[in-house]
């Protein structure tokens, strides 16, 4: 399936969306960050999908409330739906469990639910669940964790809202190559001119994890960087395991040994710094420190970029994202073509996937980023 991917900075696209209050992310980069969407969104979706399917009751099962990254997702999507408006969204926690994530998608079912979106909490288990809805005949919207390409086309009543997890690795990689040639003198802490990083990863066989970690090493060489990777090891999203993880690789290779260190999300970055920070790096000496990279730009790791402790964070747009999946919500419930308009932010619609992109951050966006996630967890 071809995604076409679009790249905006994220300095000059939020000036206009704040101006407008359009959004544009997950995570990313290249459209404006999480802005209010109520013109970019509310016009759009509006004048479609919202004025077709009014008063809508969807059922929205979450992979885990108590996740940090779901947890803001699922207020600033309570918070749109609210603005918006046409939409009443009953909100259910998985617990990380799929067997509870069937038992709510079983309730939602059999009180009647119009629409469900799903953040399923594993890959796997989205055949079960889109085969429920489609059996119900109740529209299917999957989000953050992609369903498998044989369940997206084995039913007609089901989309896909989400970012291409590869370009968030291409993000990460790319921010620490830019240190890298930075800052070679001090980067290259034995100077053999070689990068010698390790990677902490997701949840082993999600594809957000596998498409990520590949993307770091194939831009690493598309960029001709000499690397070598000392280690790579699930810390399952986890800040605690990520703590851990890199505690043991700063006693195997000591901590000068690891010249960069890439994370599939930011709660791992969080705890690869904080093991960091315990050995007295990342604390504001240019010398001691080791650049780490995560994804979500969460206010924690934007706050620890503006610190100094961490290189940097890719946005995953839930601002955006929250807009689409209700707008596809909406237009699924009245029968209606999903396109870019109806959609109402910035996004690629390819058949049933709406992807939205990714932004990075550095340091031309990182104020405004963080101002803006402060904002939205008020």
Do not use: H
């Amino acid at each position: 399936m071809k995604k076409k991917v679009v790249s905006i900075l994220l300095a000059s696209a939020m000036a206009a969306s704040l101006a407008a209050c359009g959004s544009a992310d997950t995570s990313a980069e290249q459209t404006p960050a999480e802005t209010d969407s109520t013109e970019a969104s509310g016009d759009a979706g509006d004048a479609t999908a919202a004025d077709t399917a009014e008063n809508v009751s969807a059922t929205v099962i979450w992979r885990a409330f108590d996740d940090q990254f779901q947890s803001g997702f699922r207020i600033i999507m309570e918070n749109q739906a609210e603005e918006m408006g046409g939409i009443t969204l009953d909100m259910q926690d998985a617990a990380n469990d799929v067997s509870t994530a069937n038992n709510k998608l079983d309730a939602a079912l059999t009180k009647g639910t119009d629409v469900v979106a799903i953040c399923a909490p594993d890959r796997e288990s989205t055949e079960t669940m889109a085969q429920k809805c489609d059996t119900d005949n109740v529209p299917a919207v999957f989000f953050n964790m992609e369903p498998m390409e044989t369940t997206m086309e084995t039913y007609d009543n089901i989309y896909y809202v989400g970012a291409e997890a590869a370009q968030s690795g291409e993000m990460c990689a790319q921010a620490l190559i830019n240190y890298w040639n930075e800052n070679t003198e001090i980067a290259d802490k034995n100077g053999d001119g070689v990068l010698q990083l390790v990677i902490l990863q997701g949840e082993i066989g999600q594809q957000d994890v596998t498409l990520r970690t590949q993307a770091y090493e194939d831009t690493l060489k598309a960029q001709g960087i000499e690397y070598e990777i000392l280690a790579m090891d699930t810390a399952n999203w986890d800040q605690a395991q990520a703590l851990d993880k890199m505690n043991a690789w700063i006693t195997a290779y000591g901590i000068d040994g690891i010249e960069g260190v890439l994370c599939n999300n930011d709660s791992m970055a969080m705890g690869a710094v904080q093991a960091c920070v315990n050995n007295g790096y990342n604390s504001g000496d240019a010398e001691k420190f080791v650049p780490i990279v995560g994804i979500d730009a969460n206010i924690d790791a934007l706050e620890a970029m503006k610190a100094g402790s961490l290189l940097g964070t890719v946005l995953n747009d839930r601002q955006n994202q929250s807009t689409a999946i209700i707008n596809v919500i909406k237009a699924a419930k009245a029968g209606a073509e999903v396109t870019e308009e109806v959609v109402g932010v910035d996004c690629t619609v390819d058949g049933k996937y709406i992807w939205v992109p990714y932004v990075i951050v550095d340091d031309s966006n990182l104020d405004e980023t963080l101002e803006l996630m402060s904002s939205l967890s008020e």
